[in-house]
């Protein structure tokens, strides 16, 4: 088992508790540490063997700095000392970790690195890299850097508790997505051509999703709506997570309305992303890279970046995208779905693959002419 389960209702408590990402950051260390296994008839991930050296060396921070976060966490009651029949069973149990509901999977990768003190792991580089995303550091100058690295790690955390590779394929779109609007359809040969554009450059997130994050810094959580400086670091933290390369877009087809009731993913249309599968055939699977290890890329699909395409006056265009899929798929939404780029191995996660593996490999196969000499397209 690659991942470790924790609590998001005690993450958050933290985080409004003391205000500290070398708290919530930990904490997570001490988490990923918890056995997974029951002990002395307690229940799974309960016991932690980490201690003072591993959040030094996990988290990034001094001894001493660790030994501080211990202390706050024992004083907050998240954390004591693991109680002596459970030391019998175990010789490695060294805290009680008080946590509620364990509902946030997370990678071992998320604390674990390959190589002890590389940078590489995303706990890691939520707390080293530049603070404040150069679009809002005007409007965030008169906040504290250390408070908007918690931004950044409890978005990144919320983001991975509404994920769900199997329903949605990444983040639920009824919190973060960008719509891409399909203005024309044609018909190709024997199916339909279908041209899109993202409606809005930008993503759009809902207001509940941004409270959830940013419960910690709220300044009234019975206001309805956001103030500007709680706006502007919610998506400071968002814009921080894309630019580290943490979460990527997969532009994905749905049966209706991806951010209603009831909408369901059909597959993934595109990767917008290198590394992550728009080319590699180890990524995530996607359709257009599945038909363009056939050659037919030029004839099924392209995806456009912005700015490569020109219009008659010579004016860059915007990011766009054009595929072919079969007659019977008629109706349907395009929805920028957010992945995060290290996912924890769960059943979640194998049955999507399963799924999207399915329903792309029916509409290649659909596309494909079996004369490899045919004219149809």
Request: proline share 7%; aromatic share 10%.
């Amino acid at each position: 088992m690659h991942y470790f389960q924790t609590s998001w209702q005690t993450i958050q408590r933290i985080a409004q508790a003391t205000g500290r990402f070398e708290d919530v950051a930990g904490f997570l260390v001490l988490a990923r540490h918890a056995t997974g296994k029951a002990l002395a008839g307690y229940p799974p991930y309960r016991f932690s063997g980490a201690g003072v050296n591993s959040v030094h060396e996990k988290a990034g921070m001094s001894e001493e700095a660790a030994q501080a976060v211990i202390d706050r966490l024992r004083a907050l009651g998240v954390i004591r000392p693991a109680p002596a029949e459970v030391r019998c069973c175990s010789r490695y149990a060294r805290w009680e970790v008080m946590q509620g509901e364990l509902d946030l999977a997370l990678p071992h990768a998320f604390v674990d690195s390959p190589k002890m003190f590389s940078a590489s792991t995303p706990l890691r580089r939520l707390r080293t890299a530049v603070a404040c995303d150069e679009v809002y550091a005007e409007r965030l100058e008169n906040v504290d850097p250390a408070a908007l690295r918690l931004d950044a790690l409890m978005v990144m955390l919320g983001i991975y508790r509404h994920t769900s590779m199997k329903d949605y394929g990444g983040l639920d779109p009824a919190c973060v997505y960008r719509h891409w609007g399909v203005p024309h359809r044609a018909p190709q040969g024997a199916a339909m051509r279908w041209e899109s554009e993202p409606e809005h450059r930008d993503s759009r997130a809902w207001p509940d999703f941004q409270r959830a994050c940013m419960a910690h810094a709220l300044r009234d959580p019975q206001a309805p709506e956001l103030s500007h400086e709680e706006h502007h670091r919610f998506w400071n933290a968002f814009y921080s997570i894309e630019r580290m390369g943490l979460v990527y877009e997969a532009v994905a087809l749905f049966d209706g309305n991806a951010v209603g009731d009831g909408a369901r993913l059909q597959f993934t249309l595109r990767i917008n992303d290198y590394h992550a599968g728009a080319v590699s055939k180890d990524g995530d699977p996607c359709l257009l890279r599945n038909v363009e290890v056939k050659e037919q890329s030029a004839r099924l699909g392209c995806y456009h970046p912005p700015g490569v395409r020109k219009d008659d006056e010579g004016n860059p265009l915007p990011e766009g995208m054009w595929v072919v899929l079969p007659q019977r798929i008629r109706e349907g939404a395009l929805v920028g779905i957010w992945r995060p780029r290290f996912r924890a191995s769960t059943p979640d996660v194998g049955a999507w693959l399963h799924k999207e593996n399915a329903a792309i490999g029916s509409v290649a196969e659909s596309l494909m002419p079996t004369d490899p000499w045919s004219n149809q397209w």
